[in-house]
């Protein structure tokens, strides 16, 4: 018992030694509690004025660097922004008792750059907000175009201090197309006579050629009243057309053979290729194939050199706005074999190529004839009989007339359209419409494909639809 009162005793001594101890510092020292009761934000380099609504005898600031102060009256205070950051202003009353604490935020003057943000942005809800000793600018905008403005911008202000928070709203993938359009048309006609005359003198046949304008004895003129139109033409086209009389009293002969040829050729060309790519972003479309072309070194050794041909498109897109600002390159080229180059054993064929490349602006969905060409060569040629071909109305059985004329018309239409991704499973592919066989399909009733498609949903539904008109890879 006398030993457990004596802790008991000894632990209420230190008790009292320790609790009386603290209580004596503090007499000393006093630490005013005095929070900061308001926040003061001041522009950089701007004045902001502040009245007190009771009497300060003293003030200090914490930072003088960051922000300058004096006094205007006993209730008045000038403060003055140096540079940006945070300090505190200190007042204290006629008895030295502390008034108050106020923070001083001093910051970028972003007043002027909203200004400034609206004047040259007027559309784009751009918010600025100081941060520390930067600019934090935020928002929804419409098109990477504004995010750079709007940033450059910012960089006068707070120059390598600036923190983008900006999203870019809208579709920014641009899908092209692109339709090739062409028509060549061609026309060729001609028209020439021949007269023969056999039996004359001792000398046999004569005759006169009104296509290539001679007169000749030869065994081909026999030819003509033998019916052998091979032999005898008098065009460089082939014998369609090709008509021959002759009349015969005794040992003479008379022949004439006129030849009339008309020939018209069409061809019509379309290709829609379709191509998607990211605003800002390069793509390239390819389809055709290469062709070999033999290539000497320096060695003279022979290699193979590989030129592509079909229909090729490279363009960029970039989203303004609701602007589309495309670059752009089309082509449509194909092996020509009647331009062809021969050297020895190698012959190489040449390349038809319609090209153009531009720069064009547009809107979602809408349409620009970019390119267009529209080429009438005409080509006439007459040859006749000298002297003989002259003559009045029996003139035209001494001559030869044939004229050709091609046409070519092209025309190269783009559509640029805003799109979005979406699930693959709304999409049908051309495969989907045919099926392979089944054994009973292929035995029994000899089908190679049976048609129907075999997924479930929307796009079950479009790949067993029949689609009579045109229909293309554009989802709205």
Avoid at 127 to 138: F, K, T, W
Avoid at 205 to 214: A, E, F, P, R
Avoid at 259 to 274: M, Q, S
């Amino acid at each position: 018992m006398k030993i457990t009162t004596f802790f008991q005793a000894a632990l209420i001594g230190a008790a009292v030694s320790f609790s009386t101890a603290p209580q004596g510092v503090a007499d000393t020292l006093r630490v005013m509690q005095g929070d900061v009761g308001s926040q003061l934000n001041v522009p950089l380099n701007r004045a902001v004025v502040v009245e007190s609504d009771v009497v300060f005898a003293e003030l200090s600031i914490a930072n003088p660097s960051i922000a300058d102060i004096s006094t205007l009256s006993d209730r008045t205070i000038y403060v003055l922004g140096k540079q940006p950051g945070r300090t505190t202003l200190t007042l204290l009353g006629p008895d030295g008792r502390l008034i108050t604490n106020v923070e001083v935020r001093v910051t970028p003057d972003v007043s002027e750059l909203k200004e400034r943000l609206r004047e040259v942005l007027p559309n784009e809800n751009i918010e600025v907000r100081p941060a520390n000793d930067g600019l934090v600018l935020s928002g929804l905008v419409s098109s990477v175009a504004a995010v750079d403005r709007a940033l450059d911008l910012a960089q006068r202000y707070a120059p390598e201090r600036v923190s983008n928070l900006m999203t870019v709203g809208g579709s920014q993938q641009v899908l092209l197309k692109v339709r090739f359009a062409e028509m060549n048309r061609s026309v060729t006609k001609s028209l020439s006579a021949s007269l023969a005359v056999n039996g004359i003198g001792s000398g046999g046949d004569v005759g006169v050629q009104g296509g290539t304008g001679t007169l000749s004895s030869d065994g081909n003129l026999s030819a003509l009243f033998d019916g052998d139109s091979s032999t005898g033409s008098t065009s460089a086209n082939s014998r369609n057309g090709v008509f021959s009389i002759g009349v015969g009293a005794g040992n003479v002969e008379f022949a004439v053979l006129l030849e009339a040829l008309e020939t018209k050729g069409f061809v019509r060309t379309l290709a829609e290729p379709n191509l998607t790519a990211l605003s800002g972003q390069n793509a390239e479309f390819l389809a055709g194939g290469e062709y070999p072309v033999p290539v000497s070194n320096e060695n003279g050794n022979i290699s193979v050199d590989f030129k592509p041909f079909g229909i090729s498109l490279n363009f960029t897109p970039r989203v303004v706005g609701k602007n589309i600002n495309l670059r752009l390159t089309a082509s449509v080229s194909g092996v020509d074999p009647t331009i062809s180059y021969t050297d020895g054993s190698i012959s190489i064929s040449g390349f038809s190529t319609r090209t153009t490349a531009t720069t064009v602006e547009m809107q979602d969905g809408e349409s620009f004839a970019i390119a267009g060409l529209l080429q009438d060569d005409f080509t006439a040629l007459n040859g006749q009989v000298p002297w003989l071909g002259d003559i009045p109305i029996l003139g035209a059985l001494f001559r030869s007339s044939e004229y050709k004329r091609d046409q070519s018309e092209l025309v190269i239409i783009i559509t640029a359209h805003l799109v979005t991704p979406t699930s693959g499973e709304a999409f049908a592919l051309p495969t989907d419409r045919i099926r392979p066989p089944t054994e009973n399909e292929l035995f029994l009733h000899g089908k190679v494909s049976a048609s129907g498609s075999t997924r479930r949903g929307a796009a079950g539904e479009v790949a067993r639809q029949d689609f009579s008109g045109s229909y293309g890879y554009v989802m709205e």
